[in-house]
């Protein structure tokens, strides 16, 4: 029987975040203006953003055995994680070096870690949890053919499936005709669309031949374009919120996190967004993607 739950199957991070001017030149050591540690990787940052809006979240993927593993699990569980499926590995945790700019752009390195344990075997352990999970998360962080086989899985089991394909990696058509919701970023549209979306206009010039691939749903997020949903029939443009970005880890986390606990307590697909929106536009207002995340109290005062 379906319970108000969402599963995020996905990566854990130790993230270092360096608040700095700007980028290094090739040969020269920079010193940054401020250095920061948090919780990442986009399934814990969608995971932690369902949670503390309240959502009955589990996350299943994998830490380390040093104890950038440890950090992450104390981090998840206090933000209201179930972390039942979060599994403790022989080596090295998943990291995350950021570098965040002055203008709130980022650019980030990581170390797949213990994420790429991940295997289809732990998959089939999920059964029970499947059968109870009315919304299934993922994304591109763990290997391919395990996002696939879990998407196999949940459509088996009736969840409604979001996928956030990110980072962009080919993927069987088949299995992306299985999702519900498709939500990405203009490089990655760019990359499934095989046409070029930078902006709202190109966004919505594509989307019709991206949609053609997935289910239901698709969403295009356009940084402070705010974001454009395409149902098949209407495309919806939302604004994002006016703030003063200090950077901006986590914020498509934020938003998926959001848009899916909206869903998932029955609101309507403009509505979601909308507070999607607004959970975003919070976060990238703070350092940190996972502390930076709002309750839902915050993004009711927006």
């Known amino acids: ?14 993230d270092i975040i360096f608040k700095q001017k700007r980028l290094a030149e090739q040969g ?7 250095m920061t540690t948090a919780g990442g990787g986009k399934g814990a940052n969608q995971a932690v953003q369902c949670a503390k809006l309240g959502a009955q979240t589990y996350l299943v993927g994998a830490v380390g055995s040093d104890a950038f593993g440890g950090y992450l699990m104390k981090e998840l569980q206090l933000y209201g994680v179930h972390t039942d499926y979060v599994q403790t590995v022989e080596g090295n945790t ?24 991940l295997n289809k075997s732990r998959i089939d352990e999920l059964e029970p949890l499947l059968k109870r999970s009315k919304v299934v998360i993922l994304q591109l962080e763990i290997p391919i053919d395990v996002v696939e086989y879990a ?32 939500v990405v970023n203009e490089p990655e549209a760019t990359y499934y669309c095989g046409a070029a979306i ?16 997935i289910k239901d749903l698709l969403i295009i997020t356009l940084g402070k374009g705010g974001s454009l949903i395409y149902n098949g029939d209407e495309k919806m443009h939302v604004k ?48 940190g993607g996972q502390p930076a995340m709002p309750t839902k109290a915050e993004i009711e005062q927006v």
């Open 1 to 14: 029987m379906k319970e108000n739950i969402i599963t995020v199957i996905g990566s854990l991070n130790f």
């Open 28 to 34: 020269e050591t920079l010193t940054a203006d401020s």
């Open 94 to 117: 998943g990291i995350g070096v950021v570098n965040a700019l002055e203008d709130g752009t980022l650019v980030a390195t990581i170390s797949t870690g213990a994420n790429y344990s």
């Open 151 to 182: 998407i196999e899985k949940a459509s088996q089991n009736d969840c409604y499936i979001i996928l956030n394909a990110a980072p962009a990696a080919p993927i069987s058509h088949e299995v992306l005709s299985k999702v519900n919701c498709l």
């Open 198 to 213: 930078s902006d709202l206009s190109s966004a919505q010039q594509y989307c019709e031949k991206l949609f053609e691939k």
């Open 240 to 287: 994002a919120i006016e703030v003063k970005a200090k950077e901006t880890t986590g914020a498509g986390d934020s938003y998926i996190g959001a848009f899916a606990y909206m869903l998932l307590e029955g609101h309507g697909i403009k509505e979601a967004a909308l507070f999607a929106s607004r959970a975003a536009g919070l976060t990238v207002t703070k350092i």
